[in-house]
């Protein structure tokens, strides 16, 4: 066991548990009311949300993930960074539409938003339920990034996984979204010092960078299959796809709707999108750790260690327990607003929706934290009784499926044109193609050949089922639309999706 | 929303194609698949992508900038 490493971990880990509690005072409002214990009561400035939305969306799975793809497939793990390239552009356009319509009409998740547009329960149930089975086992995989950084420190076993998850449930469920955009503040503070140090003494130690691509492409080129610094030809379509696919389902995921629905007005959506790219630069810098890894000489085959490993060689030993520190906590803030946002589509979109109509707010946050719970015992089941491999799948389906949802929500953010109808066909065709995408391809890749003809194109499944989706829904739409089938009543305005709206300070 | 505000939002509304210069600059992955010229020690490829993680904030800033009402 590493002392210095134990020690300095878990004296942060108390420090943000007692922030995790007291961060039910932070901006206080009414927590029996799902407006505040789900989305903030909508009050969090630019400053907050850019933490918020950090925290939430570069999880301690990416943080393990990503270096790890690096470590064992050289440079189509870099498809991260274009991937949050172009993200915040395009969340400039659609998520500020998102934010006010939301905020008119008071919608909590974008399912809510998808019934009040196309007044289409079954559309909407299928909304919620997509980003209910993409949430749970991105959850699941926090714990599996925290489980990493456990093990190398020494602490085997499943109990302080578990420790740390009745602690997570807890402060969730007294404190709301507050509990972890308070944490998030630590959480990121702890991965930029990490980071920065990283970038600036490992090289160091290991003879600078060009030295560090040269060690890592000639032991990528000894792997099976062969690895490279520079992706060849035959990967450019896998890795732009990969980066335009997961950009456009990213903001859909439904912590990040929550992230984004909790900023206090339009503009701290939009400042946030210009701001956000920080941390694109820091997950840039942060794969290649996973070359350092492989200048380093680190030896496993399972790659998910190679940071910690990295962290316990070339750190000192308290240094490497910030780090692991970091890493966890960056477990905790997106599982608890992943397991927010879940709770907030079950409540409103399944239970409300379907059993109990009249649910009042208190009826309603009482109902989500209930949920919550089970979210997390679920994800804690998910890692302690199934292999990690079918987390892992599952994720990698989350994606596909999560790329579904975006005709629905993002075209309907900007025209009404699309019959709900041919919007359910088009998704329900999308999942089941892309689901069997990835099983054909036994979940080892989420990159899929497509033969049209004499080409074999392969690109990102999500992307493929996605495109499958949209032009089923183009087509079923205008048939529809000839036969005369009436589309539900609209309950909102164009001008609903410009308003600036502010929350008042109560 | 009165009249006189109507034309000021349409023309800004142009500014959003800017939006897509990121997509052109790093979706492409031919302009920049290449191990040379290497800065600083990092081969072109990843020198040219972190440099878009720059180009492209500083774009998404300056259509807030110029799409503010």
Redesign the interface.
Known sequence: MHAAAVIVFVLLFIFITVLGFVASRWRKGNLSHLDEWGLGGRRFGTFVTWFLLGGDLYTAYTFIAVPALMYGSG?LG?YA??Y???V???A??FMPRLWSVAKKHGYVTASDFVQGRYQSRLLALAIAVTGILATLPYIALQLVGMKAVLAAMGLAGDWPLIIAFIILALYTYTSGLRAPAMIAFVKDILIYVVILVAAIVIPMKLG??????HAAAAALATHKPKGA?????K??LP??TL??GSAVALFLYPHAVTGTLSASSRVAV??N???L??Y??ML?VLA?LGYMALAAGIHTKVTSNAVPLLFLKEFPSWFAGVGFAAIAIGALVPAAIMSIAASNLFTRNIYKEFFVRQATPEHEARVAKIFSLLVKLGALYFVIGIPTQYAINLQLLGGIWILQTVPAIVLGLYTRWFNRYALFIGWAVGMIYGTGMAVENQFKSSIYTVHLGHLAIASYAGLTAGIVNLILSVVLTLILKAVGVKSGTDMTDP?DY?L?LTTLQN | MNAQQEPKRKRGRVWLWLLLIPFIGTLYPPFYASYHPVWFGVPFFYAYQFLWVIISALITGVVYFLTKD
């Open positions: 440079a870099f960074v274009p949050t390239i172009v915040y552009p395009l400039f356009l600078g960078f060009s030295h560090i691509f610094v520079v992706i060849s030809p990967l450019f890795y732009a980066a335009f939009k400042r999108m210009a701001f790219p920080i694109s630069f840039g290649l001008t410009e600036e």
